[in-house]
């Protein structure tokens, strides 16, 4: 009596080259390779800014070759425009939140040199806000809408923004919760109504970068900022020791500012509806 052995079936190289073309597959492929230069950036200093220009790098690489996919999305004709009006709204949008409560906290001017603080700090959140964008904004929302449309994917990458901040320091549910609308939600729309990725890293760039600077910890990360800054008040106004982020404050601000960007995003056509099939 003979027997026979049938091999398991083996992926073939075509169907592993469908799969890194697919929009899960390109959003893993660039995810790990920006992931792995987000370590440089996050050093600091010169580093952060070659780490940043790495990953960018990467990216145009992963979308043009594996996604095969042009990226207008990171085009250099009007990225510094984008950028300075993104940097703008972050800015606003930190100056709003804490304008509103000043009464809540104590500040105390911090002596050392002003140029090199603000020159660190920014160097930092640049790398942070670029890796992040290319991540979040730039493969998974991209990736995500292909698959379930543009409001799946806000929500999806809103969630998955906000999860990942659990592991910060002094982080809550409610903390995270809150990055997940400020950030999630306010990054996401802003991607969807300009369709640039400078317009969003200059939103999240000024946004850290403000309240670094001001002393306030980014994310429950502390910032030895040109202030030290300390909440006074009950920390669902101030955020406590995670930072502004977890105020109730800036979670109102940032919905109104993401809604009437959602409602020009639709109104522009940005927005992609589910396929049909999943429905």
Do not use: C
């Not at 592993?16 to 920006?34: E, H, I, K, N, Y």
């Not at 002596?111 to 020159?119: D, H, N, Q, T, Y």
């Amino acid at each position: 009596m003979s027997t026979t052995h049938t091999a398991a079936p083996q992926p073939t190289r075509r169907q592993g080259a469908r799969f890194l073309r697919s929009p899960l597959g390109w959003m893993l492929t660039g995810a790990v390779g920006v992931g792995l230069a987000s370590s440089l950036a996050s050093v600091g200093g010169v580093v952060a800014v070659v780490g940043s220009a790495v990953a960018v790098v990467i990216y145009w690489a992963v979308m043009r070759h594996v996604a095969r996919r042009d990226v207008p999305e990171i085009a250099k004709p009007g990225a510094v425009t984008h950028a300075l009006a993104g940097s703008a709204i972050g800015f606003a949008f930190i100056t709003v939140s804490m304008l509103t409560l000043l009464t809540e906290f104590s500040f105390t001017e911090r002596s050392g040199g002003a140029l090199s603080i603000v020159a660190s700090m920014a160097a930092m959140q640049l790398g942070a806000a670029v890796t992040e964008e290319l991540i979040f904004r730039g493969l998974a929302l991209q990736a995500l809408e292909k698959m379930w449309g543009s409001w799946a994917a806000l929500t999806a990458t809103a969630v998955l923004f906000g999860l990942l901040h659990l592991a910060n320091p002094d982080a809550t549910l409610w903390s995270s919760t809150a990055i997940a609308v400020e950030a999630g939600v306010l990054l996401g729309a802003a991607f969807l109504w300009t369709r640039n990725i400078w317009f969003v890293v200059g939103l999240h760039f000024a946004w850290n970068t403000t309240l670094g600077l001001i002393g306030i910890p980014v994310s429950g990360h502390a910032s030895e900022g040109l202030m030290t800054t300390n909440p006074t008040g009950p920390d669902l106004v101030t955020g406590g020791d995670f930072g502004l982020e977890a105020s109730i404050v800036p979670v109102v601000v940032s919905l109104l500012m993401a809604i009437p960007m959602l409602i020009a995003a639709h109104r522009r056509g940005n927005l992609v509806p589910m396929p049909r099939g999943r429905r």
